[in-house]
């Protein structure tokens, strides 16, 4: 837009007050034409603002279930490690030391594989959540 032109002048004839408003006519013309090209490129803008906070809001909607699901699911196993100690607990008062030796390895296994278990389910949402993301971006990037 800021290119110099070098467009043959033309000399205006007519009275005075005639030249200045066919000056004026023709300025009115140039500055409607931009206002009009303004008004399709605020249009254009505002089109892809709207659909980049619908992409957003669609990420933040998935990203906000699986948190929700993922506080569900710890709420859960907090539960179950409650009722996991009090069973403990109780076993750890019965019979002789090497009994309750034997009793808590056993149950440490048991609760090892449960923390494994966990953590597996807990990267295979994460990795369900990030690739839902991934494909989401790619769908609004292909749209753009």
């Known amino acids: 837009m800021n290119r110099k032109v070098n467009a043959p002048s033309r000399e205006i004839t007519g009275t005075t007050n005639e030249k200045l ?19 399709t490129m605020e249009k254009a803008l505002m089109g ?3 659909e980049r906070l619908s992409g957003m809001e669609e990420n ?5 279930d699986s948190i929700q699901n993922l506080t569900n699911k710890i709420n859960a196993l907090g539960e179950k490690s409650n009722t996991t100690d009090k069973q403990l607990k ?13 009793v808590l390895g056993e149950q440490l296994r048991l609760l090892a594989e ?19 993301g991934e494909e989401e971006q790619e769908v609004s990037v292909a749209e753009n």
């Open 48 to 50: 892809l603002d709207e």
């Open 114 to 132: 449960k923390v494994e278990k966990i953590q597996e389910t807990y990267e295979e949402n994460n990795e369900d959540a990030d690739t839902s």
């Open 60 to 64: 933040f909607n998935v990203t906000f």
């Open 21 to 39: 408003f066919k000056i004026m006519t023709f300025h009115e013309t140039r500055l409607g034409r931009i206002e009009e090209y303004l008004g």
């Open 90 to 102: 109780k076993l750890v008062g019965k019979g002789s030391s090497t009994t309750k030796l034997a």
